[in-house]
């Protein structure tokens, strides 16, 4: 005996098909628009001349201040650390701000040793 399926049977079938393939097309889509927008974050900013003072970032502008100070290494308690701490005082200076330098002295105790220093804090008033 041979079993033909009855026309509903095959509407029902249909409309499955066009169901299925209508979640495969929104779930795709989903899954393209996610990884479009996640490639828009990977984007560099674009370029902004040294010569341009507007407020936005510039990496050539932080370019030349990095030169400045990261030509020696500046450990804390250095006198290099000190001369890349007052060039930042008189960057920040330069642009309208008055920074303040506050001082702190700190401990530290492991197992084995005790540490500390003064530590010298530049902050924005």
């Known amino acids: 005996m041979e079993i033909i399926p009855s026309a509903n049977t095959k509407r029902q079938s249909q ?3 066009k169901k299925h393939g209508l979640i495969f097309i929104c779930v795709t889509y ?3 628009t996610a ?3 996640s490639f828009l974050q ?3 900013p674009k370029v902004i001349p040294t ?3 507007s407020a936005e970032f510039s990496a050539e502008r932080a370019f030349t201040h990095l030169e400045k100070f990261a030509v020696a290494p ?8 000190d001369k890349v701490r007052d ?3 008189e960057s920040l200076q330069e642009l309208g701000l008055n920074p303040e330098i506050q001082k702190a002295d700190s401990f530290y105790q492991s197992a084995s040793r005790i540490s500390g220093g003064q530590l010298k804090i530049l902050q924005q008033k």
């Open 51 to 53: 010569a341009d003072r």
């Open 35 to 37: 990884v479009f927008l």
């Open 74 to 81: 500046h450990p804390l308690g250095s006198k290099e650390h």
């Open 87 to 89: 060039y930042l005082v």
């Open 15 to 17: 409309e499955n098909w």
């Open 30 to 32: 989903i899954i393209f």
């Open 42 to 44: 990977l984007r560099s």
